[in-house]
């Protein structure tokens, strides 16, 4: 009888106290690295609570203000949840749905900056709807604390769900020391880490309203000295007088695409945290058009580490009469490969650069693996393995 009175006692208290947190899995709005634009992105939040949006990165407070370096007043927005088709749980309304985009946003944050060695700082309040507060998420050194605005209007990506934009903000807070003798060293360096974890120097102009159309925004671009005019037609504009646009980046040719079908050899190249290559030998690595790589890569390996904290990679295939290097931006497309036989992501990488590597005169042969006597079933489990990469065939 004594058992049974401390069960019921137990289950009372886990109803009154809620349940354990447990690691979260949650739908948000994000940015797709691929396509460039804002899509739903399936992502693991451990330790948050999404009903009130907070977690290690921060927390939300709707209705607060800011009094002498202080947040005061305050609550939690009390979102409603549902799960979406793929066990994930997302926010019934729109306006929760960008609360837990910009905690994502915020959470990769933190957690690229403590990949790069940062101190692990206390949460901080986002607080939403502050007078005159900037779009996107920003940081108030006064008190500590972040405001979060919708906006810009017309841009392209919200500055709340710019990777490099939040980064920029999150390493202000990490440089308030800095920032308070020497503002402008503050913000260079805020800015530049900002490039990295967007793995791209232009990110800035993703969240303005015309873009960037003269380069302005572009870190890899520096303002030129202005010179005199010179008489006669300016040959960096178009006919129009808008400046011309870069070339586009070379995609795979097509028998490279029709090679990689899984189970080629190839060496993939990530960089960790110290800027340093590491390169893998890979094989379950299927091209799913002339742009886009997919890749199954071991979830306890150094490789995904890197590929989270820094997207640059690079690829080497190598064939029969046929040696290619690839560059481009890696993205975990999907955490956990149903098909895999242990724990593997879903890596998809966008191809912004493609070099054929073969020498003329020279016969190039490719690595080859097969399986020893016995363990012939892999390939069927691999066979399984290069479907899932390559995804649905086309409706249209």
Known sequence: MR???????????????????????????GLDRL???????????????LASVRGPAGWVVVGATFDSGRVLGGSSPECALRRTLSGAVAAQSPRCASFLGAYASLERARQFLLAAGAEALPAAPLVVDSSDAAPGLRYVPEADAYTLAQGPSGARVPAALNPGAVVREAALRQLHALAAARPDDADAVATFLGAAAASDPGYLAASEVGGDPTGQLDLSRPLRVPRPPVVGRDRSLSVSGAPKAPPPPSGMPKQLVQFLIGGQTCVVASVDPEGRPVTSIMTWVVARDTRTIAIAVDTRSRALANVRANGQMAIEVLGDDLCFGLRGIAVVEKERLDSAPFPSALVAVRVEECRDHAAAGVKFFGPRYHFHAGKEHRSEVEKKVFEELKGPAPTI
Do not use: K, M, Y
């Open 3 to 29: 058992r049974v009175f401390l069960l019921f006692s137990t289950a009372a208290l886990v109803a009154a106290c809620g349940p354990a947190a447990v690691p979260a899995r949650a739908q948000v709005p």
């Open 35 to 49: 396509s460039g634009e804002i899509a739903p992105i399936d992502i693991e939040l451990p330790g948050v609570d």
